[in-house]
C-alpha cells in the first residue's frame, strides 16, 4: 500500500511500545513472506537460500543507496581501479563510516587573535561525535558501510578456511560445518589459481617457500575472484550480486535501498513470536510497519545488535563477547636479487621480452599488466596468527609516487583476540522516539549510539608481540621496508572483522542465538553475520559467516514450511 506520514502520537506509541496486537492503531502496513535487514553477502545468502527453492516473498531493507547499476556489484570490477589499484583507496575512505568518534582536542595554542575559542571546560561536540567513549577503549579504527551491498562492495574478497582452533565454540557438528564450509567457498565463487601465472605472485610465493619451513604451509590466498574470460587481464571480483545471482530479477525480491530498519515488534497474544518491523524511508521520513512471517536481521556485527537492543530483544549476551583483529602492516619493496631473478628465468622469458620490446626505456622485466601477489601463510597452532603478502587497495597503503607500485608487496598479519564478556558495544538508550542526531545517544541515523568498551589482555599483547617479529622476519626475506610504511600497528577496529556480538552457541545465557542462528526465545527472529561467529579468529570471517547463513537460511524454510 502507499505509504503515508504516521500521525506523531501514533508514530510514538510504535517507537515506544515493544508488542502490537490486532487492535492497536492502525498504521501503514506492507506484508511479505521473510523480511531482510542488510544486503551483505550474508542477507544476500539468505534472500538467495529461500528464493530459488521456494515460493515465498522476500523483501530486503537496506539503509545505504544503490551506488551501481548491479545490485551490490564489488566497485573494483571497474576497469580503472584493477588498471591502477592505489586509486580504489579513496574509494574505500569514502565508503566507510567511522562507529565510535570520541571528541577530540579543541585546544589550539597558534589561535591568535579575537577568534571564538571553547573555555577550558567546555567541550566540543561536532557532528556525528560520541562524549560516551572512552578513546582508551574504543575500536578507532573500526567502520560501516552504509550501501546496497555493504562492505562486500569493497572487500579484499580473501575466503580462508579457518583453523581447527578457530571453531572451537562453534555448535554446529563440525561434519556438517565442513559441507557447509565448502559450499559457501563455492557460492562466493572462491578460487586459488587466478594468479598463477603473474610473475610477481610466482616469485614472492616461491621465495617464502624456500626460506620458510613447510609448516608454514605457504600457499595461493583463496579469493573470492574469477579471471574474465574475454581478458584475462581483468578480474571479477566477487560481490552480493553474485550470491544473488538470477534471483535479484525474481518477481518475489522487493530490495528497498535508503530504508532504515528501526525496530522489531512482537505480538502482544504470543510474546515469543516477532508481529511486525518497523522501517523508515530515508528519502521522505515516512514510517511504516512490515509484517512478515520469518525476520531476518544481518546488518553486520555492530547495526545487527543495534537493531535488536532498540527491539529489547537479544538476551544478555547481545553485544558482549566482542572479539576484534589485532593488525600489523608494512610494505617492502622487493630484493634487487628477486627482481634481477625474472630477466634471468626461462619461465618469463617471452613475457618480459615482448615487455621490453614495447618498452624499452623500462629499466623492471615486469610487465605493466602482471597480476599482483597474492599468498596466504595461514595460521597455525605454533603461529597463531593469519598472514597475507599481497598487493591490495585499503583504506590505506597507498604507495603514490614513492616507489613503482610493482615492486611494492604489502604484508598484513592479522591476529586473534582473547573472549572475554566484559569486551563489548553498548547502545545506552533502547527507547527513542525521533531520528535527530544526539550527541552519545543517538547516531547520525537516529539510531541507538554505538559506544566501544574493549581492551586487549596480557595474552593478548604477547601474541601480538609474536605477530610483529614474524612480520618482521617475513618481510627481510622479501625486501626493505618502503618509507613511511615500516613495521606497525594499526588502530584498533581497522582489521573490520569484528565477532561475537550476535554469537550463536546452545547456552541463552552465554549466546543470542542457536546453532540455527534463530534468536534464542523467538520463534521467528534470526541473525546473520561476522556477529554470529562464536570463536576468536585470525583469518578474514565471511567464508564462516556464509556458511553459518545457509544453515540458517535452510532453517527458515523449514519454518516456512510448519507454519503454513
Not at 579457518?162 to 565442513?178: A, R, T
Not at 550470491?243 to 510474546?271: A, C, I, M, Q, W
Not at 601463510?377 to 607500485?405: E, L, N, W
Amino acid at each position: 500500500m502507499p505509504h503515508t506520514r504516521i500521525p506523531a502520537a501514533k508514530l510514538e506509541t510504535l517507537y515506544t511500545q515493544q508488542a502490537l496486537s490486532d487492535s492497536d492503531p492502525e498504521v501503514p502496513v506492507e506484508y511479505t513472506d521473510v523480511f531482510i535487514a542488510g544486503s551483505g553477502p550474508i542477507g544476500a545468502t539468505f534472500a538467495r537460500t529461500i528464493l530459488q527453492t521456494s515460493h515465498y516473498k522476500v523483501m530486503m531493507a537496506d539503509i545505504g543507496s544503490q551506488d551501481s547499476k548491479v545490485v551490490g556489484e564489488h566497485h573494483k570490477n571497474s576497469i580503472k581501479y584493477q588498471k591502477d589499484i592505489d586509486t580504489f583507496v579513496n574509494v574505500i575512505k569514502g565508503a566507510l563510516q567511522p562507529i565510535s568518534v570520541p571528541p577530540g582536542e579543541t585546544y589550539i595554542a597558534t589561535l591568535g587573535g579575537d577568534a571564538w575559542t571553547p573555555s577550558s571546560t567546555d567541550q566540543l561536540i561536532f557532528q556525528g561525535s560520541n562524549p560516551n567513549q572512552n578513546a582508551q577503549k574504543n575500536l578507532k579504527g573500526a567502520a560501516i558501510t552504509r550501501t546496497v551491498g555493504g562492505m562486500a562492495t569493497h572487500w579484499t574478497c580473501a575466503c580462508p578456511f579457518p583453523n581447527e582452533e578457530e571453531q572451537v565454540l562453534n555448535p554446529i557438528k563440525k561434519d556438517e560445518f565442513k559441507k557447509l564450509l565448502d559450499e559457501a567457498h563455492s557460492l562466493l565463487n572462491v578460487h586459488s589459481n587466478e594468479y598463477d601465472f603473474s610473475i610477481r605472485h610466482t616469485v614472492v610465493k616461491e621465495t617464502l617457500e624456500k626460506n620458510l619451513p613447510k609448516e608454514r604451509k605457504v600457499g595461493n590466498l583463496p579469493l573470492a575472484v574469477e579471471r574474465r574470460k574475454d581478458n584475462p587481464e581483468f578480474v571479477t571480483w566477487t560481490g552480493p550480486n553474485t550470491v544473488l545471482g538470477d534471483t535479484v530479477h525474481s518477481p518475489k525480491f522487493d530490495l528497498r535501498p535508503e530504508h532504515r530498519v528501526t525496530k522489531l515488534v512482537y505480538d502482544r497474544n504470543k510474546p515469543d513470536r516477532i508481529k511486525g518491523v518497523l522501517v523508515r524511508d530515508l528519502a521522505n521520513d515516512r514510517d511504516f510497519l512490515v509484517v512478515a512471517k520469518a525476520y531476518v536481521i544481518a546488518c553486520g556485527s555492530v547495526a545487527t545488535p543495534q537493531i535488536l537492543e532498540m527491539s529489547r530483544l537479544g538476551g544478555p549476551a547481545l553485544g558482549k563477547y566482542l572479539c576484534e583483529q589485532s593488525l600489523t602492516f608494512c610494505q617492502i619493496v622487493l630484493k634487487r636479487e628477486i627482481v634481477e631473478g625474472i630477466w634471468k628465468d626461462p619461465r618469463f622469458a617471452e613475457r618480459v621480452a615482448e615487455h621490453h620490446k614495447k618498452y624499452p626505456k623500462d629499466p623492471l622485466p615486469i610487465p605493466f599488466d602482471d597480476p599482483e601477489p597474492q599468498v596466504i601463510i595461514p595460521y597455525t597452532t605454533k603461529f597463531k596468527h593469519h598472514v597475507q603478502v599481497h598487493r591490495d587497495a585499503f583504506s590505506y597503503g597507498d604507495v603514490g609516487p614513492r616507489a613503482d607500485s610493482r615492486v611494492v608487496v604489502d604484508l598484513r598479519f592479522f591476529g586473534k583476540q582473547d573472549i572475554q564478556e566484559r569486551n563489548l558495544v553498548d547502545f545506552g538508550v533502547k527507547t527513542l522516539k525521533d531520528s535527530e542526531w544526539v550527541p552519545g545517544v543517538t547516531d547520525i541515523y537516529g539510531m541507538p549510539q554505538a559506544t566501544f568498551d574493549v581492551e586487549r589482555s596480557r595474552a593478548d599483547a604477547i601474541r601480538d608481540q609474536e605477530m610483529m617479529n614474524d612480520m618482521t622476519n617475513v618481510a627481510n626475506l622479501l625486501g626493505a621496508y618502503l618509507p613511511g610504511s615500516e613495521p606497525q600497528f594499526m588502530e584498533p577496529g581497522l582489521a573490520l572483522h569484528i565477532t561475537g556480538t550476535t554469537r550463536i552457541g546452545n547456552d541463552p545465557k552465554i549466546s543470542v542465538a542457536n546453532e540455527s542462528s534463530r534468536v534464542h526465545g523467538i520463534e521467528n527472529l534470526w541473525v546473520g553475520g561476522n556477529g554470529n561467529i562464536p570463536d576468536s579468529t585470525a583469518c578474514n570471517p565471511t567464508l564462516t559467516s556464509t556458511a553459518i547463513a545457509l544453515k540458517a537460511a535452510r532453517n527458515v524454510l523449514e519454518y516456512l514450511g510448519r507454519v503454513n
